[in-house]
């Protein structure tokens, strides 16, 4: 069996023409693949993100995580990028979108590609995850409890609500969440299944008991083994339905 | 959670770092995923020189306990200084 992956640093095109940085992993063994586009936590374009990258090569995808912050802090080390991205307002939704449209421009003319293309993210990405799915035509999407897709929107800060974009869904959810999680709490994840229902969409969702916030985050104490172990089973079904 | 919210503040001292000692004129604290505590959430502060560029900070992220413990024994300190220091 030829299992060789090749994982590095590269550069794409990203929002509005600009040149981000961008951790590409992926099979060599010129099969077919699908794509995913791995959208990072708040925390960072980091070492745990990139390995979740390397996972998805493993699995047999091309996998591409964009970094968010490579415009507020070229070079720096994850934690000080995402300190100063912080600090500038966060990720615009709009420079988002472009930069995952870069993302799946890459994947997408891979010699290997099979051109399906699909996202997850987690936390933050969650959202951004959801708000690719609603903006770009994809092929399959995964959001691992993302707050803020629905609920009111948090004062002192511009992040809104995004539910209301669900009849642009451009394909299937996939939603990972834990019901002690408060941001999105149970009722959160209500009210986006209510939407999906609402305009017909396909969607499929676990809620996890005993399981809170960032749950598939092994370096904290958030981790949940067994719900985490589901989650990872969860997608790559999903994906291998779909990419 | 990430919460998004963020206090700036101005400020004027200095702080040391791993590349020894740097004028701070910034500062910014948050509540959210750690770097490196061992919590989901913890206090964060940044001390920040920005025109050393990202690098030129000095962090700190501490439970909400300690968190709340710092800014009494801030306000003690303060409080109990003998006036008219600079």
Redesign the interface.
């Known amino acids: 069996m030829y299992d060789a992956m090749l994982a590095e640093s590269i550069m794409i095109t990203g929002h509005g023409g600009d040149t981000i940085e961008a951790y590409s992993a992926r099979p060599l063994d010129g099969a077919p693949r699908g794509g995913v586009v791995v959208i990072h ?4 374009y ?1 070492e745990s993100t990139k390995e979740i990258a390397r996972n998805f090569a493993f699995h047999g995808y091309n996998a591409v995580m964009p970094n968010l912050y490579w415009r ?2 070229p070079g ?9 991205a ?2 500038k307002g ?1 990720v615009p939704d709009d420079r988002l979108v472009g930069d995952v449209a870069g993302a799946m421009a890459y994947l997408k003319n891979l010699s290997n590609s099979n051109g399906k293309v699909g996202t997850i993210g987690y ?2 990405g969650g959202r951004q995850s959801f708000l690719a799915a609603v903006s770009l035509q994809l092929d399959a999407a995964v959001d691992c409890y993302g ?2 897709v629905t609920g009111e929107a ?1 004062e ?4 809104v609500p995004i539910v209301d974009k669900t009849p642009d869904l451009s394909c299937p959810l996939l939603g990972l969440f834990g019901n002690d ?4 709490s149970p009722a959160h994840v209500d009210q986006l299944e209510e939407a999906l229902k609402a305009n017909g969409k396909n969607y499929e969702f676990h809620r996890y008991p005993d399981t ?3 749950f598939f985050s092994v370096n ?3 981790y949940r083994p067994e719900s985490a172990t589901d989650g990872w089973q969860q997608i790559f079904a999903f994906y291998g339905r779909y990419l | 959670m990430c919460t998004y919210l963020t206090e700036k503040i101005a400020i004027s001292g200095s702080a040391k770092g791993a590349s020894g000692w740097i004028k701070v004129t910034e500062g910014t604290v948050y509540l959210d995923h750690p770097v490196h505590a061992p919590f989901g959430h913890t206090l964060n502060i940044d001390f920040l020189a920005p025109e050393l560029g990202p690098a030129g900070r000095v962090a700190v992220e501490l439970s909400q306990e300690s968190a709340r413990a710092l800014v009494k024994a801030i306000e003690a300190t303060l409080e109990s200084a003998p006036p008219g220091l600079e």
């Open positions: 936590h708040m925390p960072g980091d507020d802090a720096a080390s994850p934690d000080d990028a995402a300190a100063t912080r600090a966060g936390c933050s707050a803020f948090r002192g800060t511009t992040m999680d408060q941001y999105p809170g916030h960032s904290r104490p958030a």
